[in-house]
């Protein structure tokens, strides 16, 4: 399984962007997908999930201004992020988990969102 994240950049604090991250497999279908960031000299950590049934939950620090969602027919899954502010500012990973006994998961390579004026 590949997972190719897009939609990084630099933002001003305010300011919005949209993560995609699309899947090669139609594995993504009954997959738990999840968006993951890690700032500099710190652990990665989660952000937001969504259910194969669309069950969402999110960190407490991102809620009420990220959207996770997914597109089963396109294999992606997207990250809305608004009121985006400087601690926000990380590379954001891309998380796959079909549940599989092995507990394997696998992972994009990350893109880098900055949020500075």
């Known amino acids: 399984v590949q997972l190719v994240e897009s ?9 919005s962007l949209r993560l995609s991250c699309a899947a090669s497999g139609s594995i993504f279908s009954i997959s738990q997908m999840g968006w993951y960031r890690q700032a500099p000299g710190n652990q990665r950590e989660l952000v937001a999930a969504i259910t194969s049934g669309g069950v969402t939950n ?16 396109r294999y992606t899954v997207y990250l809305q ?19 599989l006994a092995s507990g ?11 949020v500075s004026s």
């Open 58 to 73: 999110y960190a407490d620090s991102v809620k009420g201004r990220f959207t996770i969602s997914r597109d089963n027919a």
């Open 81 to 99: 992020m608004n009121s985006l502010k400087p601690e926000d500012t990380a590379v954001y990973y891309c998380n796959l988990d079909p549940g």
């Open 104 to 114: 394997i998961k696998y992972w994009g390579q990350g893109t880098q969102v900055t």
């Open 7 to 15: 939609g990084g950049g630099l933002v001003q604090p305010g300011g």
